[in-house]
């Protein structure tokens, strides 16, 4: 762990001794301090892991300009609006709460701190002094659908999927999509963990699913233990947040990697120079917020190439995975030929599309 990273039960400790450093009127050199709330273990080499990434560039970055602290496994709700709250007690000027299930939270929490800047990714809220950053997963996810669904001889697909958030249903919806794409035969079975981490309940989801047949496991859950348990079992999986390929060398197709860093800089630069603003911004495989590790050399060199033009399309603005003619799993229309997705429809999704099996969990 790295030695700025806390425990929550470091955190108050931390805001008690911030309370007395601020007593006074603060030094033109006093460090900025940056903060960073995670759901997981930094040590998960997924998604947390790769915001640690963003705090260990900010720190490269600027210095002794800044003082950064990572807080880690810190629960969603109110467990969470303690620990930021603790936070901007102790000084922190501009905090990081980088899951869905914190934007509320921050929310209640920046109205107590209006001078403490909230810095929310996932979700769609903002306030005067939280901004929204995002990346368009669905992006990642259609392209590795797409890899699965040539992947698979089974015309089998599992995904252990977390919570049934937008961000999460429109992954799965996504890869459906483009599995369904390169192979008319195809079929997802879901698995739902109701976890962000936790590699036990993801390897009995991963397990559960090749039991019915999946012989090419997709995830959005943090851990490395679905692409473990592909390996074990001799099944293909696709990486989480991180390239996973060092888990599973011979059985990781490839991964749906994040990049937080060039974001998560310049938010900080615009704090020190004082043009922050609120704002909601999403970033995708065009701004390099998403990218997709090397392909496993086993992969067929037309699946390879079908990717890659995928990436290429839609980097340039030319494929948008979520065009029309598509229709709701109960069969009513959502959108018409040529017609794509609004951006107001995807932030709230809330439905599976056609051809998927299974129900949404409440």
Known sequence: MHEATLSRRAVLAVA???????????LAADPLKVAFVYTTPIGDFGYSYQHHLSAEAVRKEFGDKVKVTEVENVAEGPDAERVIGDLAAGGNKLIFTTSFGYMNPVLNVAKQFPGVM?????????????????????????????????????????????FPIPEVVMGINAAYLAAKKVNPNVKFKVVWVNTWFDPG?????????????ADVLLQHTASPAVVKTAAEKGVWAVGQ????AHFAPDNVLTSVANNWSP??????????????????????LKDGAI????????????????????????????????TGPIKKQGGSDWLKEGQTAPDGDLLGMNFYIQGLDGTLPK
């Not at 995002?134 to 977390?162: C, D, H, P, Q, W």
């Not at 947040?241 to 996973?244: A, F, I, N, V």
């Not at 990218?291 to 050399?297: H, L, R, S, Y």
């Open 291 to 322: 990218t997709i590790p090397p392909i496993n050399a086993k992969v067929s060199e037309d699946a390879r190439k079908a990717v890659e033009a995928a990436v290429a399309e839609i980097t340039a603005g030319k494929l948008h995975p979520f």
């Open 118 to 162: 909230f810095e929310q990714a996932t979700g769609y809220k903002t306030a005067a002094n939280v901004a929204n950053y995002n990346i368009r997963f669905y992006e990642g996810r259609y392209v590795t659908g797409m890899l699965a669904g040539k992947a698979t001889k089974t015309n089998t697909v599992g995904y252990v999927a977390s």
């Open 241 to 244: 947040s991180s390239d996973m």
């Open 16 to 26: 008690m001794s911030g309370l007395a450093l601020c007593a006074g009127p603060a």
């Open 201 to 213: 309940k993801e390897s009995d989801a991963a397990r559960a699913l090749i039991d019915q047949g």
């Open 263 to 284: 974001y998560v800089v310049s938010r900080v630069h615009a704090v020190l120079d004082g043009t922050w603003k609120t704002g909601s911004v999403w970033l995708g």
